[in-house]
C-alpha cells in the first residue's frame, strides 16, 4: 500500500489550498484517515482525523478552517484549508489505516507536502 500526497505549496496568508492524498495497492478498506502536520523545530501534531462512519475530529487551532473530508471510491483523503495563517507554515502528511486484501491491518504514511503561508 502506498500513499500520495498533493496539494501543497505557496499561499498568501487569508489564502486557501486544498490537500489530497490516495491510497493505491491491495486494499481492502479503510478505516480512518488524516492529516498530521509538522512544524519545523515542533513535533509533529494531529490536524483532522475522519472515520468510515463520517465522523470528524480537528486539533483545536483549526477553528473551522479547515475541512477533512473522504471519497472511498476513490481511496482519498482531502483536507480543505481555508484563511491560512503563518503559523500554519508545516509540512503535512495524510496517514491510513488500511486493511489489506490478505487481511492485516497497518498504518500508511504519506511522504508529505509542504505547505508555505507567506505575503
Known amino acids: 500500500v502506498q500513499l500520495q500526497a498533493s496539494g501543497g505549496g505557496l499561499v498568501q496568508p487569508g489564502g486557501s489550498l486544498r490537500l489530497s492524498c490516495a491510497a493505491s495497492?491491495?486494499?481492502?478498506?479503510?478505516?480512518?484517515m488524516g492529516w498530521h502536520r509538522q512544524i519545523p523545530g515542533r513535533q509533529r501534531e494531529s490536524v483532522a482525523r475522519?472515520?468510515?462512519?463520517?465522523?470528524?475530529y480537528y486539533g483545536e487551532f483549526v477553528k473551522g478552517r479547515f475541512t477533512i473530508s473522504r471519497d472511498d471510491a476513490k481511496n482519498t483523503v482531502y483536507l480543505q484549508m481555508n484563511n491560512l495563517k503563518s503559523e500554519d507554515t508545516a509540512v503535512y502528511y495524510c496517514?491510513?489505516?488500511?486493511?489489506?486484501?490478505?487481511?492485516?491491518?497497518?498504518?500508511?504514511w504519506g511522504q508529505g507536502t509542504l505547505v508555505t503561508v507567506s505575503s
Open positions: 475522519i472515520i468510515s462512519g463520517g465522523n470528524t
Open positions: 495497492g491491495s486494499i481492502a478498506s479503510i478505516n480512518d
Open positions: 496517514f491510513m489505516h488500511v486493511k489489506a486484501t490478505w487481511g492485516s491491518t497497518n498504518s500508511y
